[in-house]
């Protein structure tokens, strides 16, 4: 059964992007290594700081509306009750020099 993801990405300076994406790993590597032009490249937004799991894209789609249209306060408060320390949850995906189309998100 296909994953997908509600996701949210951070700079240093706490600048926030949320997405939704079926292969996160992919998308996140897209993000960190400036692949895809756009408000990630801009901001240099290459920290996974929250992300949430469903096998139902439009429950993911409206997931990521809803929390696009949060103020940032909550958005925080998200982020900070899985992630206390805003630390980058994809750590480590990406160390053993694997081509990053050959990953795949873990069910």
Do not use: C
Request: proline residues 3%; aromatic residues 12%; glycine residues 10%.
């Amino acid at each position: 059964m296909k994953t997908y993801h509600v996701y949210i990405m951070a700079n240093r300076s706490g600048t926030l992007y949320t997405g939704v994406t079926g292969d996160l790993q992919r998308r996140v590597y897209e993000h960190k290594h400036k692949l895809v032009p756009g408000f990630t490249q801009r901001y240099n937004i290459d920290r996974l700081v929250w992300y949430e799991e469903t096998n139902d894209v439009q429950a993911a789609i409206a997931v990521e509306k809803r929390i696009k249209g949060w103020r940032r306060e909550k958005k925080v408060a998200l982020i900070e009750a899985k992630n206390p320390g805003w630390e980058d949850l994809s750590r480590g995906w990406y160390g053993d020099g694997r081509d990053p189309s050959s990953l795949r998100s873990s069910g």
